[in-house]
DNA sequence: ATGACGTCCTGCCTGC
DNA sequence: TGCAGGCAGGACGTCA
């Protein structure tokens, strides 16, 4: 699933791609992605419009355009959450049999092709598409003012990578929360700290060697420093490797993460930890699956 | 107000 | 063998 270092690879490729392309048409055959405005409203109004920034905050994913018509002086923002299986690849298509199949040969020449529901057909003969296998992904399209002040923009917490991400800070943020939540579930409430799923507060976690049941609000000074220290090193060395794919994750070319190889317990469930040898255990922590090591993560 | 749980969706895996 | 049922999971809505 993709969480900030999947999120950021993936805006980071397609800013080297899409920067100053036009959006000449819109297909797509699950319009339920598309939460508002309408399909048709929407292919209205993104037609001929101008790619001119990408970005990204927490895990959205925000296209900055520049619309043609002039009726509309706003600039638009096209937000996209891939949420669990979505994927946004770069390339080009053509229709057989019903489903896309890429036009050349390549790594897009993959099971993601087979999921793609929304494609932007761009004005240099390639395309934008999303691939989404259970269909959770959210796209809304609005006028930037508009789309920036969305409760699900406005509410999300600090980015973890920002250099306004102190200790201090951290610390402030975690005891400002008088929460009886699992540090696991805290690491991934996008209205504390943004970006962090369930892949990375595992990972976090047994780099700090914090146990995920472990209560936030009882952590003391040293423990809160190395999550800190942890959340700063994991989320940094899956972006250099350019994410997991454990899941299903794919960059804009169908490539995998390399985050993959050497994760330490996401879903390695009876496998040695890398520190102590003991097996890897999963729990449960409200309907979410926990992995980490029963001897070296503390309570 | 806080936290727990259900919901969306579909491929894959398990077990009878 | 075949098929029903469970599981995976981000974020939001609902409920206690």
Redesign the pocket.
């Known amino acids: ?1 993709p ?1 900030l270092p999947e999120v950021q690879t993936t805006v980071k490729d397609l800013e080297k791609k899409i920067i100053g392309l036009r959006i000449i048409d819109v297909w797509t055959d ?1 319009p ?1 992605l598309i939460k508002r405005p309408s399909f048709e409203t929407f292919k209205k109004q993104i037609k001929g419009a101008k790619i001119e920034k990408i970005s990204r905050r ?3 994913i925000l296209i900055h355009l520049n619309p043609k018509s002039k009726t509309q002086k706003s600039k638009l923002i096209l937000l996209i ?1 891939q ?3 979505g994927h946004l690849l770069y390339g080009s298509w053509i229709m057989k049999e019903g489903s896309w199949t890429p036009a050349q040969k390549g790594p897009l020449e993959e ?1 993601v092709n ?2 793609i529901h929304l494609l932007f057909f761009l004005n240099n003969g390639k395309m934008l598409a999303l691939s989404d ?4 992904a ?1 796209v809304i399209l609005g006028p930037k003012e508009e789309i920036e002040n969305l ?2 923009l406005k ?1 999300l917490g600090i980015e973890p990578l920002d250099r306004k991400f102190t200790f201090e800070k951290f610390k402030e943020i975690i005891q400002q ?5 699992k540090i696991k ?1 805290v690491l ?1 409430d ?1 209205t504390i700290i ?1 970006g962090i ?3 990375y507060s595992d990972e976090i976690l047994w780099e700090a060697k914090i146990h995920p049941f472990k209560l936030s609000y009882k952590l003391n000074n040293q423990e809160l420093k190395a999550i800190y220290q942890a959340i700063k090193k994991i989320l940094t060395k899956a972006i250099k490797l350019r994410g997991t794919s454990i ?1 299903d994750f794919r960059d804009p070319r169908g490539r995998e993460g390399k985050y993959t190889e050497i994760r330490s317990v ?2 390695r469930e009876g496998e040695p930890c890398y520190r102590c040898g003991s097996k890897i255990k ?1 729990v ?1 922590i ?4 926990a992995y980490f090591c029963p001897k070296c993560q503390k309570t």
Do not use: C, D
């Not at 929360?177 to 939540?181: G, M």
């Not at 409200?286 to 699956?289: D, F, M």
């Open positions: 699933m969480e699950a339920r927490g895990k959205n959450h949420k669990l299986t099971r087979q999921y296998l259970r269909k959770f959210k409760a699900e509410n929360t008088p929460s009886k939540r579930q991934m996008q943004s799923g369930n892949i899941s996401y879903r999963k449960k409200g309907g979410r699956s």
